[in-house]
Nanobody
């Protein structure tokens, strides 16, 4: 059974950085980060392949967020220059089923989420 756990959320001021971590037990494969703000749909942010040769970023975070991992079952999301609009619950996903990787339906396993609050 695959168990996904995120950590690293918190409250920061705009312009600061946070690093999220995610571990998926009993799993090797693509992993991704999504976020969901209140009243909005879950948004795909970045996807990381085990060989780090296939990485996807959403335009909304390209240049500010960096996804990395250990090529097995751990991924990180380094978030720099945070903005108030980055405030959301951030979710890690595994069990990628193909496609660009920004659609929640493309993932089978999800963590419980970690809250990020950015104050301006």
């Amino acid at each position: 059974q695959v168990h996904v756990v995120e950590s690293g959320g918190g409250s920061v001021q705009a312009g600061r950085s946070l690093r999220l971590s995610c571990t998926a037990s009993n799993y090797i494969g693509h992993m991704a980060w999504f976020r969901q703000a209140p009243g909005k749909e879950r948004e795909g942010l970045a996807r990381f392949s085990p060989g780090a040769d296939d990485i996807y970023y959403a335009d909304s975070v390209k240049g500010r967020f960096t996804i990395s991992g250990n090529a097995k079952n751990i991924v990180y999301l380094q978030m720099n220059s945070l903005k108030a609009e980055d405030t959301a619950t951030y979710y890690c996903a595994a069990g990628y089923g193909g496609g660009r990787g920004d659609d929640p339906a493309q993932y089978k396993y999800w963590g419980q989420g970690t809250r990020v609050t950015v104050s301006s």
